[in-house]
């Protein structure tokens, strides 16, 4: 968004989710990634929250007003006149309240950050940009229930296992009630789906990737990943067999459906 200049910007956000609750397994590597990724830009996060909330500060504008999110945005992008006058003064006031120690370990930004508004962000993420980090990643924690059969997060205690993505039993068991709910405007009513489905649908609705072989960033797989994603719609097979809405009654694809736990039909 900061770099767009706008909010009005397409993230086709997805994760690739290990769902063999096996650390070791080809599919967790993959996993793992797409959560460092995540964690890597939680950073970038706090600095586009401390640009907005300056422009926003810098144009008196509503903070508590998504409508005053896009011209802050357009302010950050196109620096009008009498921003940089603005934020030297900001600057200035701001600096002259450290110590000697701290405002030597500043002097580098005058090399690096020509203008005073980027100076000024620096400033306030040094000062409180790990403290936003820290809890920012405990929130992610909580979010995700780690270590939880609800979770959609786990690590193991070694250094060898960090964060990666998963699907948690429990999780998994509330995602597929949902999706098989079929709901009209005066009416619900329960509905099958084939595992091709319900992996389709995981990914269209909340970025969830069993499958990624369809993924254009997995367009050139290799036999590893075609290996590793096979092992993970087996594994996740199982999670619906042991949570009672999977049972594989053909070797034909197209006839492995994922059938309701119970009925719902509106007369």
């Known amino acids: 968004m900061v770099a767009a200049g706008s909010k009005d910007v397409i993230d086709d956000w997805s994760i690739v989710v290990d769902a063999t609750d096996d650390y070791e397994s080809k599919v967790a590597s993959m996993a793992v990634e797409d959560c460092d990724r995540l964690i890597n830009s939680i950073y970038d996060y706090i600095r586009a929250t401390f640009q907005i909330n300056a422009a926003l500060r810098y144009t008196k504008l509503d903070k508590n007003d998504s409508e005053s999110i896009n011209l802050a945005l357009q302010v950050i992008k196109e620096r009008p006149a009498g921003m940089e006058a603005y934020f030297t003064v900001a600057w200035d006031n701001a600096y002259a309240s450290l110590d000697e120690d701290n405002k030597s370990l500043l002097d580098d930004l005058k090399q690096y950050e020509p203008e005073y508004y980027d100076r000024y962000v620096e400033l306030i993420l040094k000062a409180r940009g790990a403290y936003q980090y820290k809890y920012h990643m405990q929130m992610l924690d909580n979010l995700s229930q780690k270590n939880s059969d609800r979770g959609l997060m ?70 590893s990943t075609h290996l590793a994603f096979k092992d993970n719609v087996n594994a996740f097979k199982l999670k619906l067999r042991q949570i009672g809405f999977y049972n594989d009654l053909s070797d034909a694809y197209i006839l492995q459906k994922i059938r309701p736990r119970y009925q719902v039909a509106s007369n």
Request: hydrophobic share 35%.
């Open 154 to 223: 786990a690590q193991g205690r070694s250094r060898r296992h960090p964060r990666r993505f998963v699907i948690g039993t429990r999780l998994l068991e509330s995602l597929v009630q949902i999706m098989v709910l079929d709901v009209q405007p005066d009416k619900f009513n329960t509905k099958t789906l084939s595992i091709e489905e319900l992996i389709e649908t995981l990914r269209n609705r909340y970025g969830l990737i069993i499958n990624g072989l369809t993924e254009d960033r997995f367009k050139d797989a290799n036999l």
